[in-house]
């Protein structure tokens, strides 16, 4: 496509539900970001991978978050047993390369309230 | 950790005025990045800065990545209303893939 897509673009769900949230990188793009933005804040890092393999997941809060790429294009973040703090704008992001100068290009993001 | 403080935390302002926002930083980044983000989308590059002293421009945009490498400054001259938005600076270090963002400037143009 001609952008980062992800879907849904709202998810309302219920205290301990899990969700997945869905990222359509750019074609041909290597590396995709997850990053979580609060209501007044920036986006700040959750996790990186470049093609399917997770490199970085450093930025993940706890184990009942995660992420995968099987095939190197498109990701889901899930968040088992949900909690009212999870609830945030999820933005993904991808490049074409991992350097340091190469543009991420963000998607329009989730936004995801917990019930 | 890094953190960045960004400021004005927003602006209103008069369409024709110029603004002035910055960014400073705890510690050093080799890569100073300004994005702007519209209501229902994710940020979108502005401007990226890589060296020291650098003053780069992008129509009436213009930054600078400060000589301590701590801080960065994004003016806008002449400013319309589709300025309008939060306007987020970001760093990196070396060749981290790792982008931290500063807190964001939301800025109201009054036509």
């Known amino acids: 496509g001609a952008g980062v897509s992800q879907s849904p673009r709202y998810k309302v769900t219920k205290r301990g539900q899990d969700v997945a949230l869905r990222c359509d990188p750019i074609s041909g793009h290597v590396s995709l970001y997850w990053y979580r933005q609060a209501l007044g804040q920036g986006p700040e890092f959750l996790t990186y991978?470049?093609?399917?393999?997770?490199?970085?997941k450093s930025g993940l809060p706890n184990d009942r978050f995660s992420a995968e790429r099987p095939e190197g294009s498109i990701s889901t973040l899930t968040i088992q047993r949900t909690e009212q703090r999870d609830s945030a704008m999820y933005r993904c992001a991808s490049s074409l390369v991992t350097s340091g100068t190469d543009t991420q290009y963000f998607g329009p993001g989730t936004r995801l309230t917990v019930l | 950790g890094q953190q960045l403080n960004q400021s004005p935390q927003s602006m209103f302002i008069q369409e024709g005025e110029d603004v002035s926002m910055n960014c400073t930083s705890s510690?050093?980044?080799?890569?100073w990045l300004w994005y702007k983000q519209d209501p229902g989308e994710g940020p979108v590059l502005l401007i990226a800065l890589y060296k020291a002293g650098e003053l780069t421009s992008n129509g009436r945009l213009t930054a600078q990545f400060g000589i301590t490498r701590k801080d960065s400054f994004l003016n806008i001259s002449a400013s319309i209303p589709s300025d309008v938005g939060i306007y987020f600076c970001?760093?990196?270090?070396?060749?981290?893939?790792?982008?931290?963002f500063g807190k964001g400037t939301l800025l109201t143009v009054n036509p």
């Open positions: 970001a760093g990196r270090w070396g060749s981290n893939y790792k982008l931290t």
């Open positions: 510690s050093i980044f080799n890569t």
């Open positions: 991978f470049n093609y399917e393999a997770q490199q970085d």
